[in-house]
T-cell receptor, first 114, second 117 residues
Framework: ETGVTQSPTHLIKTRGQQVTLRCSSQSGHNTVSWYQQALGQGPQFIFQYYREEENGRGNFPPRFSGLQFPNYSSELNVNALELDDSALYLC?????????????FGPGTRLTVL | AQTVTQSQPEMSVQEAETVTLSCTYDTSESDYYLFWYKQPPSRQMILVIRQEAYKQQNATENRFSVNFQKAAKSFSLKISDSQLGDAAMYFCAYRSRQTGANSKLTFGKGITLSVRP
């Protein structure tokens, strides 16, 4: 059974650019959640996708957007990057519409905005 | 909205000793899950233990156990026989179990645990 994978591992962008982060969910999981983790802080919920539809969104501006594909993999897109977007971006997958009890996390993508 | 508070930013424990990590939360809901996650320097977030709010019995997983006090909204993690591999950042997290709610996790700020050999 393959776990949650994310790509790329690290990414460096400059302010104003756009970035796409990718996540492959664990086999059998149809729900994907994205989190932003600033250095030394707990993860903050960005949004969740269930069967290709957005299923809840945290307090993030519209320049954070996402997609979920028929195979349940997902993308996080961030437009007009700001310095404060520098963080570890975590993807988590879970089974079922209510997500099951547990979320399984990927290793994260470290984004640095210069 | 739910909040999770971890007021101790750092803790240290001697190898083979026992340590307790504290967490409090605030919610108006009666049905929810609570979790402790471990994040080592490798960044991979790993589930340590899970507690369902409707269960009175405290969850236990090998050397890890919780003290769940629903009325006090307290959820502490006890690590027994601490090992060097336990050194990591530990996060307390809340998840609603209400019908129609999504399964987002609300995390505390975390606590850095160091283990002294």
């Amino acid at each position: 059974e393959t776990g949650v994978t994310q790509s790329p591992t690290h990414l460096i962008k400059t302010r104003g650019q756009q970035v796409t982060l990718r996540c492959s969910s664990q086999s059998g999981h149809n729900t994907v959640s994205w989190y932003q983790q600033a250095l030394g802080q707990g993860p903050q919920f960005i949004f969740q996708y269930y069967r290709e539809e957005e299923n809840g969104r945290g307090n993030f501006p519209p320049r954070f957007s996402g997609l979920q594909f028929p195979n349940y993999s997902s993308e996080l897109n961030v437009n007009a990057l700001e310095l404060d977007d520098s963080a570890l971006y975590l993807c988590a997958s879970s089974p079922g519409g209510s997500g099951g009890a547990e979320q399984f996390f990927g290793p994260g993508t470290r984004l640095t905005v210069l | 909205a739910q909040t999770v508070t971890q007021s101790q930013p750092e803790m240290s424990v001697q190898e083979a000793e026992t340590v307790t990590l504290s967490c409090t939360y605030d919610t108006s809901e009666s049905d929810y899950y609570l979790f402790w996650y471990k994040q080592p320097p490798s960044r991979q977030m790993i589930l340590v233990i899970r507690q369902e709010a409707y269960k009175q019995q405290n969850a236990t997983e090998n050397r890890f156990s919780v003290n769940f006090q629903k009325a006090a909204k307290s959820f502490s993690l006890k690590i027994s026989d601490s090992q060097l591999g336990d050194a990591a950042m530990y996060f307390c997290a809340y998840r609603s179990r209400q019908t129609g709610a999504n399964s987002k996790l609300t995390f505390g700020k975390g606590i850095t645990l160091s283990v002294r050999p």
